[in-house]
């Protein structure tokens, strides 16, 4: 089996375009009042920021982001976050899906919203468009693929990763040959007997990086490289879907390819997948490192002060920028911009989405007037478990838990999803509730 190696890659040519997904149900109620890009992560960015950022350290500046689902904040933050200079050529914009006299049909999925768009990055000059996914967290250089995918002669190459048989169920699993190329592809295969034909190959393991002794199943990433009169071929049809339509069936007319990717990745496609993966940020070796500053992730400068720590105890956190903590425990937990927690609090496993705002002083009064708590954690409260989404008002004396209840509830004041408490964006939770 050859050995891949870097080589000199021109990514002017290359034209990036990121999926922004469907109505995201199974991340609600954080996609209630946003697209799934737009989700808040790690306590000060969004999810979009990951693949935006991975493009930018690839030296890719040409990107647009396909959505059409609650975009409004996310248009906020692309405009806010990333502006290029008008002498680089670089662009970071949002295709929102619109209605028009000859198609007045949304996005079907996500070949249907690349044809869509044609008409838009066929104004640009490039030779291969590549696809990407707006709800995973990892980081790569995207130029391993380019440079692999040139060197093999591909039509198409799709973004690899090694997974154990419980992931495999639900991602796209293909086999290869000893070049790497793509010799059957499988979309999410639930049938025992079938996922037992797509165990990977032992002999495959030492070239694509593996050293485990456990059965793996090579999944795709959604991450697509087209070569651009392929993609065109391949788009000139009514089909709707890479992974369930495009795919498969350029397995068996074009030179498709693999590139194997062996770091983290972590698909955010369920509330119990993003709990897990922004308290793994907390850790002392998180599988996903944000101060790795060879390729940073960038995000919306917000020039806010540094948070101010009164007292607080705080043991595996990260406090982002303009906070302030008053005397309580904060366990295992993410503390989003502008959060204000007051003194008396114990916070485990919980993360806070954070504030858009700080709060005025007529407008705590006011809520006051009504009983109701100001912006923020109320004095001792207790919350473990829990998801708080933006500008939530907590009471004073509150208790917040999944325990003893069932996995997924629909309650007027909060919601329970994979047996985590999730407070939705603008909520409130009067004083003394107990959850």
Not at 206 to 221: N, Q, R, V, W
Not at 228 to 252: C, M, Q, W, Y
Not at 278 to 291: A, I, T, W
């Given at each position: 089996m050859p050995q891949k190696t870097r080589m000199s890659v021109n990514s002017s040519n290359?034209?990036?375009v990121i999926?922004?997904?469907?109505?995201?149900?199974?991340?609600?109620?954080?996609?209630?009042?946003?697209?799934?890009?737009?989700v808040p992560l790690g306590g000060k960015y969004r999810l979009v920021d990951i693949p935006i950022s991975n493009c930018i350290n690839s030296g890719l500046k040409r990107v647009y982001l396909l959505t059409q689902f609650n975009s409004a904040s996310l248009h906020r933050h692309i405009s806010q976050s990333y502006k290029f200079d008008q002498f680089s050529g670089g662009f970071v914009e949002i295709l929102a899906a619109e209605q028009t006299f000859s198609d007045t049909s949304w996005y079907q999925g996500t070949a249907d919203a690349v044809?869509?768009?044609?008409?838009?990055?066929?104004?640009?000059?490039?030779?291969?468009?590549?696809?990407?996914?707006?709800?995973?967290?990892?980081?790569?250089?995207?130029?391993?693929?380019?440079?692999?995918?040139t060197e093999s002669g591909a039509d198409l190459s799709i973004a690899t990763i090694p997974v154990e048989r419980d992931v495999a169920q639900s991602l796209g699993i293909m086999q290869i040959d000893t070049n790497y190329k793509i010799t059957r592809f499988v979309e999410k295969p639930k049938d025992p007997a079938v996922l037992e034909t797509l165990k990977m190959d032992r002999s495959l393991y030492e070239a694509c990086g593996i050293t485990e002794d456990k059965e793996f199943y090579?999944?795709?990433m959604g991450i697509y490289l087209f070569n651009r009169e392929v993609l065109?071929?391949?788009?000139?049809n009514s089909h709707?879907?890479?992974?369930?339509?495009?795919?498969?069936?350029?397995?068996?007319t074009h030179e498709v390819y693999a590139s194997v990717f062996r770091g983290y990745w972590e698909d955010i496609g369920t509330i119990r997948s993003y709990f897990e993966a922004n308290l793994d940020l907390v850790s002392e070796l998180p599988r996903f490192n944000f101060f790795d500053m060879s390729a940073p992730i960038f995000t919306r400068p917000r020039f806010l002060p540094a948070s101010k720590i009164n007292g607080a105890e705080i043991n595996h956190a990260t406090v982002s920028d303009g906070c302030i903590l008053n005397r309580c425990k904060i366990n295992h937990t993410i503390v989003g911009v502008r959060s204000t927690i007051s003194e008396g609090c114990d916070l485990n496993r919980t993360i806070l989405l954070g504030c858009d705002y700080y709060e005025s002083e007529s407008s705590i009064k006011q809520y006051e007037t009504r009983g109701l708590p100001r912006i923020g954690i109320g004095r001792n409260t207790h919350i473990e478990n829990a998801i708080v989404d933006k500008n939530a008002r907590i009471g004073n004396n509150c208790f917040i838990?999944?325990?003893?209840?069932?996995?997924?509830?629909?309650?007027?004041?909060?919601?329970?999803r994979d047996g985590i408490v999730i407070i939705p964006k603008n909520g409130i939770i009067p004083h003394g509730t107990t959850i």
């Amino acid at each position: 089996m050859p050995q891949k190696t870097r080589m000199s890659v021109n990514s002017s040519n290359v034209l990036s375009v990121i999926m922004g997904g469907g109505q995201g149900t199974r991340l609600f109620p954080l996609t209630r009042d946003r697209s799934k890009p737009a989700v808040p992560l790690g306590g000060k960015y969004r999810l979009v920021d990951i693949p935006i950022s991975n493009c930018i350290n690839s030296g890719l500046k040409r990107v647009y982001l396909l959505t059409q689902f609650n975009s409004a904040s996310l248009h906020r933050h692309i405009s806010q976050s990333y502006k290029f200079d008008q002498f680089s050529g670089g662009f970071v914009e949002i295709l929102a899906a619109e209605q028009t006299f000859s198609d007045t049909s949304w996005y079907q999925g996500t070949a249907d919203a690349v044809r869509k768009n044609l008409v838009h990055f066929l104004n640009h000059d490039f030779d291969y468009l590549l696809i990407l996914s707006g709800d995973q967290l990892y980081r790569m250089d995207y130029r391993k693929i380019i440079a692999e995918h040139t060197e093999s002669g591909a039509d198409l190459s799709i973004a690899t990763i090694p997974v154990e048989r419980d992931v495999a169920q639900s991602l796209g699993i293909m086999q290869i040959d000893t070049n790497y190329k793509i010799t059957r592809f499988v979309e999410k295969p639930k049938d025992p007997a079938v996922l037992e034909t797509l165990k990977m190959d032992r002999s495959l393991y030492e070239a694509c990086g593996i050293t485990e002794d456990k059965e793996f199943y090579l999944a795709s990433m959604g991450i697509y490289l087209f070569n651009r009169e392929v993609l065109l071929r391949l788009l000139d049809n009514s089909h709707t879907d890479f992974g369930k339509h495009i795919i498969p069936g350029a397995i068996s007319t074009h030179e498709v390819y693999a590139s194997v990717f062996r770091g983290y990745w972590e698909d955010i496609g369920t509330i119990r997948s993003y709990f897990e993966a922004n308290l793994d940020l907390v850790s002392e070796l998180p599988r996903f490192n944000f101060f790795d500053m060879s390729a940073p992730i960038f995000t919306r400068p917000r020039f806010l002060p540094a948070s101010k720590i009164n007292g607080a105890e705080i043991n595996h956190a990260t406090v982002s920028d303009g906070c302030i903590l008053n005397r309580c425990k904060i366990n295992h937990t993410i503390v989003g911009v502008r959060s204000t927690i007051s003194e008396g609090c114990d916070l485990n496993r919980t993360i806070l989405l954070g504030c858009d705002y700080y709060e005025s002083e007529s407008s705590i009064k006011q809520y006051e007037t009504r009983g109701l708590p100001r912006i923020g954690i109320g004095r001792n409260t207790h919350i473990e478990n829990a998801i708080v989404d933006k500008n939530a008002r907590i009471g004073n004396n509150c208790f917040i838990s999944p325990v003893g209840k069932p996995e997924n509830v629909d309650h007027p004041l909060y919601y329970i999803r994979d047996g985590i408490v999730i407070i939705p964006k603008n909520g409130i939770i009067p004083h003394g509730t107990t959850i």
